[in-house]
């Protein structure tokens, strides 16, 4: 916290140097009633510097002032217009310092989460991270925006009521101050208190985040299963859980202020009635009672005050713990002496084993191949049998275990992570569009690229013809998520877009999935004509699909059973054979249907 203030040091000095005015003035404003009392009207003596009564006896003293109390009036006002320029500097100062410091945090924790592993945003929560960005750096930037300098004001408050207080009467200030030792218990109590109930009720205001971001994302899943009641139930639920907990902080902060109310009024009371006392008696002066009432409201308020004031320091200091939870989480490194070789060439797993963290039960055991550059390599094999990671391991958003993985006989932990990704394209079976239009979705990983390249990209992935019939063309902007448009028409946007990158390595993660065979057959056609040098490696459930591949890889329970072609891996027992077996068969029996269909 004092190294975001001090970054912003100049605002924070303004800021400063305006709350001691204000401070000085707040007390000169019952010292001058004070004087107009006692002094003016009254006979006591001035108790002003010599520099101001210097002026006023060459006037002519009390009587010049008596015959002009517009005077002493027009100084009250100027008082206080001068109190409300310092006012403004004071909340200029810090909202400036403040909303520097709020950009600052959430720049530094977006930039921070962009270079974090890949396997912590597999694990978080997108609504707890987006609560984390939002809601609490504004609870840290408004305590730094009024609260800091309210420590300030306190502390001055406090230093220079005493020193005008107890030169009056000792007794006296020790009557007016007899409360504060307890009200300062009090908040001191309670800043304890609603510290941890301000981190309970954070934590379930992330938890509702979450539940929000989860539905709003997988709307289309809870429409087609019927689940929107069920859902609303889940929501109510950790709703009334945020409710009360936020009621338990709402009653600590009643608990508060009533308490504190009626600590600062029976303290008013107690001085009120010493000084009436002390006034009748004649032992202090009228101008004296003004003082210590006057004084010992403005003084009080700010003591009381301070429970507020510990409340959002309580509250600042679990959300920058928060915040600092993901900035102190370990980002990718940067190599300075990573490589950046040609990445044409074979790529190879070399007794390849990874488990992932936490994880004892290793995802793929000892696996080995050889893609040779400019081929294409297919991947055959069940849910969980380890396909997909294997793609997360070429691109180093894993580390294996044990073995390696080179590229042209470059271990690939030795190259450039931004440098390898750059040169990998990755399309995924669900591919995330933006809502935006589709020429921006397809043209995003290139925006620089002209309109021709960006068109020819969507002819290879068998797009155009879509973009043609869309209302408007490619202006027509998709839905979040591209909810908008069919499965495969998301994964051929997706194909058209990285195939716009300066790929080496093409990856397709079973993203030809959600396309009918025969624009499956299309592209792949149309990427052996067009991608001649790149590595390609395809991910897919159909035979048909990987049957055209240079080398297949049966892959079971994290191990290869079986590679080769096509045709040799039909002639062998095994998973590739009766899933081959299975989808002829299946294919057999829809076409006689399609035919039975046109004779009837």
């Not at 190879?348 to 000892?366: C, E, G, I």
Request: proline letters at 4%.
């Amino acid at each position: 916290m004092l190294s975001l203030i001090g970054q912003n040091w100049t605002h924070f000095l303004w800021a400063l140097i305006a709350t001691i005015m204000m401070v000085i003035i707040g007390f000169l404003t019952p010292l001058l009633l004070s004087e107009i009392v006692d002094s003016i009207l009254g006979s006591e003596p001035f108790t002003m510097p010599d520099f101001l009564m210097n002026p006023i006896n060459a006037l002519g003293g009390r009587d010049f002032l008596r015959q002009n109390l517009w005077i002493p009036a027009l100084a009250l006002i100027l008082m206080n217009v001068v109190n409300g320029v310092f006012t403004f500097i004071k909340g200029r100062s810090s909202a400036i310092a403040s909303e520097n410091i709020a950009r600052k945090l959430r720049n530094d924790l977006y930039r921070h989460l962009q270079h974090l592993p890949f396997a912590y945003h597999v694990k978080a929560q997108a609504g707890e991270l987006i609560q984390r960005c939002t809601s609490d750096v504004d609870t840290i930037r408004r305590f730094l925006a009024v609260q800091v300098m309210e420590v300030v004001n306190t502390v001055l408050m406090v230093v220079i009521a005493m020193s005008i207080l107890l030169p009056r009467s000792v007794p006296i200030t020790l009557y007016s101050l007899i409360l504060v030792p307890p009200l300062f218990c009090f908040a001191t109590w309670f800043f304890k208190m609603v510290h941890k109930s301000f981190e309970v009720a954070d934590e379930a205001d992330g938890v509702l985040n979450a539940v929000l971001q989860e539905n709003l994302s997988g709307v289309r899943v809870v429409r087609a299963f019927g689940q929107q009641e069920r859902e609303v139930e889940k929501f109510d639920r950790v709703n009334n859980d945020l409710r009360k907990k936020n009621l338990r902080l709402n009653e600590l902060l009643a608990i508060y202020w009533g308490g504190g109310d009626a600590i600062s009024m029976t303290q008013t009371l107690l001085t009120l009635v010493v000084c009436i006392i002390y006034a009748c008696n004649g032992w202090i002066t009228v101008g004296t009672l003004i003082v210590f009432t006057s004084t010992l409201g403005m003084l009080l308020f700010p003591i009381r005050q301070l429970g507020r004031t510990l409340s959002d320091a309580g509250k600042a200091m679990v959300s920058m713990k928060r915040v600092q939870a993901i900035l102190h989480e370990e980002a990718e490194p940067d190599e300075p002496n990573a490589l950046k070789p040609d990445l044409h060439g074979d790529i190879v797993f070399d007794h390849v084993s990874f488990a992932y963290p936490d994880d004892n039960v290793p995802v793929l055991r000892d696996v080995s191949f050889t893609i040779p550059a400019g081929k294409t390599a297919a991947v055959l094999g069940g849910t969980g049998s380890g396909k997909s990671t294997m793609m997360y391991l070429l691109q180093r958003l894993y580390t294996p275990t044990s073995g390696k993985i080179t590229i042209g006989g470059v271990d690939i932990q030795q190259i450039d992570r931004k440098y390898l990704r750059a040169h990998v394209g990755l399309i995924l079976q669900e591919p995330f569009l933006y809502s935006k239009s589709i020429r921006e979705n397809v043209g995003i990983t290139a925006p620089e690229q002209e309109a021709e390249r960006i068109e020819h990209a969507a002819d290879i992935a068998s797009a155009s013809g879509f973009i043609a019939k869309a209302d408007k063309g490619w202006e027509t902007v998709v839905g979040e998520r591209g909810v908008t448009l069919s499965g495969g028409q998301k994964q051929r946007i997706a194909i058209a877009r990285t195939l716009l990158k300066d790929n080496n390595i093409l990856i397709f993660d079973d993203s030809l999935s959600a396309v009918d065979t025969e624009t499956d057959a299309q592209i792949r056609a149309a990427l052996r004509h067009e991608q001649k040098d790149v590595t390609t490696l395809i991910i897919s459930h159909r035979v048909k699909t990987l049957s055209q591949a240079d080398l297949i890889l049966v892959l079971e329970n994290g191990q290869i059973t079986q590679q080769g072609t096509h045709a040799e891996l039909c002639s062998q027992p095994g998973l590739y054979q009766r899933i081959n077996s299975i989808q002829n068969a299946l294919e057999e029996e829809l076409t006689q249907a399609k035919a039975a269909e046109g004779v009837n």
